[in-house]
Nanobody, 126 residues
Framework: QVQLVESGGGLVQPGGSLRLSCAAS????????MGWYRQAPGKQRDMVAR???????DYIDSVKGRFTISRDDAKNTVYLEMNSLKPEDTAVYYC????????????????????WGQGTQVTVSS
């Protein structure tokens, strides 16, 4: 069973910084795209940033120039460096990953599943 566990959330003042981490654990072959999503109260969950295995990144417009997504495949970990934080960045941040896992037959086909972390609260307030 694969698990994604986020850490690094908390309370920060406007203009401050936080670094989120998400570590994947369990039986896996590799991780393809990984991403960060966020959900504010009463709103839908939206993609914030994604990174593929080649290191190509994508961001929503509101965080471009402030947030940086990166990954360390040796540690099965994805990071989100958040700078110049604004109150509107307040949300629960979720990690997401497309994980390749072995099938039930040794030497048989591999399968890709999408997994979510449990979320970490980020609050930007003075």
């Amino acid at each position: 069973q694969v698990q994604l566990v986020e850490s690094g959330g908390g309370l920060v003042q406007p203009g401050g910084s936080l670094r989120l981490s998400c570590a994947a654990s369990g039986t896996m072959i590799s991780i393809n795209a990984m991403g960060w999503y966020r959900q504010a109260p009463g709103k839908q969950r939206d993609m914030v940033a994604r990174i593929d295995r080649g290191g190509n990144t994508d961001y929503i417009d509101s965080v471009k120039g402030r947030f940086t997504i990166s990954r360390d495949d040796a540690k099965n970990t994805v990071y989100l460096e958040m700078n110049s934080l604004k109150p509107e960045d307040t949300a629960v941040y979720y990690c997401n990953g497309d994980v390749v896992v072995p099938g039930p037959i040794s030497g048989g086909p591999l399968y890709e599943y999408n997994y979510w972390g449990q979320g970490t609260q980020v609050t930007v307030s003075s």
